[in-house]
């Protein structure tokens, strides 16, 4: 094959090298508009993984890679004033400029022409597409391949909010070093690390606000670094700072932009690299990428398919690898972009919250890397919750957590599940069964489902109430048989299902009015929560009377009833929620318009609400932080308005879900997709949250509290699959302490848990 490689980065140059490799007859020219020696940047960040891949590939490259790598295991987090370091976590850095020398050796060294300082035009790449069997546009972020076929790659730029330079030092980290420094009451920050025995990469980083406030944007790059060097003094220990960028004379700030493609190649030109996409250089991975798309396409092209067909598959293939890559960088992306949020941690709750960011290394992971410091920090966790620990080892999800005068055992919750059991809204011996049975095994608080606080404000006809003495009654013998297992506590969740009302089952068609026997339902607008339903009628002032003496009526047999909390649903488009969400509240009066309008009726329901409840038990409200409906709907800056708003009302916990409050809605979905609200909520608002969607595994429990995201975290399918999930999870952990007692009836099937975990545990781990 004829093979044009449009740029000599490391994507262009090592994939001449892999199909020079596999077949010497290739003819194939890299086409680099800059010198051999003439690039932009420091140093380039791999982990041992990559290299193992490269040394698979081509050996020879590898080891002069290798021979060349500066290497360390530890992550130095420079915080308010303390260090924060962790071990094991073995990355290797290299100068790009050493990379690339290295490459163009190998290249030449196989018969592959590399052309330098030759500026390719759009005329060019068009003609050498006719002249070659293939042209791989591997030109960079600022592709001009990539813009020359727009219309077919269609190219997806997203101009991230932070700003930062990209500079070097001879000061030699000899960590992997994030320095985080407050000036002039602005966060700036740097992420270090060396590349070779002399030199380190030193990337400064903050947010607009914080660039313009402290004049950066009316800096030269000579100016710019003179302040950086003020600013990290501390931490250079003598050494200057150097940028390598072309223009000293303008400023050497970028944004970073995001970029991912549609479609990946055009005919017979393909895109690989940045040019394809980009990932954030706070994971590291922008070469990596470059690397793994090389070997997959030239491991590919010599499986004798047809071209067509080959590139189909290259482009599926590397697409979802780069998404996921993709998804974690933005985590970590977000996380930076909102340090601010996270200031007030504590040094050692700063640092895991950042080791931990992108989702990629997990709570169980950092015990593989650096065992004695998680444990430490485990203990830290453990101390602040006033649990004490001697040597035993307490995962966050064992210790304990308080509320006003009531105080969890551990920090599990059973998620609110309709189970559409009931009988005229009396919950029965099934009930008993699920809820007594989610109480014995382990969690340290379980929630009613959705109980309704009149017969219309049903979500269907096996919903259950409590808005008489029959059901209040039915539920005191279901709480009294729970608080009889081993401390765990029992929420009630109030709710009026509102324009979601006289609806089928849920095992039925979902949302659909019932086939007959409906009942007239209510809105705060005359808005049908789908065609097929129903439209609500508006709620008149009188109907709001009525609303708030149901839910303070439901809430008095709650507190007769003697659950321990109580929670408002305000989410997922039953009747509050369609006040709080602009799509379903059209009103033009003072509930309508204005956030603070379609707050005031739900804020009615709760004072009332408190008025009544004990003053020593707390109260929660569950709300849904976007609609996921863009600007229309309410947006997660909004819901820490909405947040801070039911904090000033008394609302001690927010129990953060999304969406289901339109049709249209459309929500983004994966693991733990709703945490990020609660960790929004919990860290801008300055109120504790509960993280719900998609949490299926004590790692991720456990990562979230440690990092401060939420402060509880609520399952719903699992503890559905097996009521003792969180003893389960406590023999897999070897947890035998406060928290994670089994019943007495069952300790010999426990006993049997922790044996079994404890053999698996010392088996060898294959690798």
């Known amino acids: 094959m004829r093979i044009a490689c449009l740029g000599g980065g490391p994507a262009g140059l090592y994939f001449a090298i892999l199909m020079k490799l596999r077949d010497p007859a290739h003819e194939i020219v890299v086409i680099e508009r800059n010198k051999p020696f003439d690039t932009f940047g420091w140093g380039v960040v791999f982990s041992d993984q990559t290299m193992e891949n490269l040394r698979r590939n081509d050996l020879i490259s590898a080891e002069a890679i290798h021979a060349e790598f ?57 003609r050498m597409a006719g002249e070659y069997d293939l042209v791989i546009a591997s030109d960079g972020l600022n592709s001009k391949t990539r813009k020359l076929y727009e219309d077919v790659f269609q190219p997806d730029v ?90 000293l004379r303008g400023s050497a700030w970028l944004n970073f932009p995001r970029i991912s493609c549609a479609h990946w190649f055009k005919d017979n030109i393909i895109l690989m690299g940045d040019a394809a996409h980009t990932a954030h250089f706070s994971i590291g991975s922008g070469t990596k990428l470059a690397f793994e798309d090389a070997i997959d396409l030239a491991a590919m092209l010599h499986q004798g398919k047809p071209l067509p067909e080959l590139l189909e598959e290259y482009q599926e293939t590397r697409r979802v690898e780069v998404l996921k890559l993709q998804s974690a960088a933005r985590n970590s992306t977000e996380w930076f972009e909102a340090v ?38 485990e203990g830290w966790y453990a101390e602040r919750a006033a649990m004490p620990v001697g040597n035993m080892r307490v995962p966050p999800m064992f210790t304990p957590f308080t509320l006003r005068g009531m105080t969890l055992k551990n920090r599990i919750v059973v998620s609110p599940m309709c189970m559409y059991s009931a009988k005229d809204g009396v919950p029965d011996d099934f009930h008993l069964v699920h809820y007594g049975a989610r109480a014995q095994g382990g969690a340290g608080l379980i929630y009613t489902e959705m109980t309704d606080v009149s017969a219309e404000g049903r979500i269907s006809p096996g919903c259950t109430g409590i808005w008489s003495d029959e059901q209040g009654a039915a539920w005191k013998r279901i709480v009294d048989f729970v608080h009889a297992q081993d401390g765990t506590k029992f929420c009630l969740q109030l709710g009026h299902a509102g324009p979601k009302a ?27 929560w789908s065609p097929q339903n129903q439209v609500p009628r508006e709620m008149t002032r009188a109907d709001m009377d009525k609303v708030v003496e149901d839910f303070v009526s439901a809430t008095v047999r709650g507190r007769e009833a003697g659950f321990d909390m109580v929670e408002l649903h305000l989410a997922h488009g039953y009747l509050l929620s369609a006040f709080i969400t602009p799509l379903s509240n059209h009103r033009e009066d003072e509930y309508g318009g204005s956030l603070d309008n379609r707050m005031r009726f739900p804020l009615e329901v709760f004072r009332a609400m408190r008025g009544v409840w ?29 947040a801070r708003i039911l904090k000033q009302a008394g609302v001690d916990i927010v129990d953060v879900s999304a969406g289901q409050t339109t049709r249209e809605g459309k929500p983004v979905y994966g693991r733990m997709f709703q945490t990020p609200f609660a960790d929004r909520i919990r860290n801008e608002v300055g109120i504790p949250t509960i993280a719900v969607g998609n949490i299926t595994e004590a790692d991720q429990a456990n990562a979230i509290l440690l990092a401060g995201r939420a402060d509880l975290v609520c399952m719903a399918r699992p503890h559905l699959a097996d009521p003792y999930w969180t003893l389960r999870a406590a023999a897999e952990q070897g947890y035998r302490g406060e928290g994670a007692n089994w019943p007495q009836q069952y300790r010999a099937g426990g006993e049997q848990l922790y044996r079994l975990a404890e053999k698996k545990a010392q088996e060898p781990v294959l690798v």
């Open 70 to 126: 500066a290497h360390w295991d530890d992550i130095d987090v420079h915080f308010k004033g303390r260090t924060i370091s962790s071990g094991g976590h073995g990355f290797i850095g290299i100068g790009r400029k050493k990379l690339l020398n290295i490459l163009q050796d190998r290249a030449l060294e196989l018969g592959i022409e590399l052309a330098f300082e030759r500026e390719i035009s759009e005329d060019d790449i068009a």
């Open 158 to 247: 997203e101009i991230r909010r932070n700003k930062f330079i990209w500079l070097g030092t001879h000061k030699v980290f000899d960590a992997f070093t994030f320095i985080f420094e407050q000036v002039e009451g602005h966060w700036v920050w740097v992420h270090a690390y060396k590349f070779d025995p002399q030199t380190s990469t030193f990337i400064v980083e903050c947010g607009p606000e914080a660039w313009e406030a402290l004049g950066f944007d009316k800096m030269t790059t000579e100016e710019t670094i003179a302040r950086c060097e003020r600013i990290f003094a501390k931490y250079l220990d003598g050494q200057t700072l150097m940028s390598n960028a072309r223009h």
């Open 340 to 377: 601010e949020r996270y200031v007030g941690l504590d040094p050692e709750q700063f640092a895991y919250s950042l080791m931990t960011r992108s989702q990629r290394i997990s709570h169980e992971n950092l015990r593989l890397r650096d065992r004695s410091w998680l444990e430490g920090l």
């Open 502 to 528: 006289s609806t089928q089952l849920g095992w039925e068609e979902s949302d659909a009015p019932l086939k007959q026997g409906n009942w007239p339902i209510l809105a705060p607008s005359p808005i049908a």
């Open 614 to 642: 004990p003053e020593d038990k707390p109260m929660a409200a569950r709300i849904s932080a976007t609609d996921w409906a863009g600007d229309q709907g309410i947006t997660p800056q909004e819901a820490v308005r909405i």
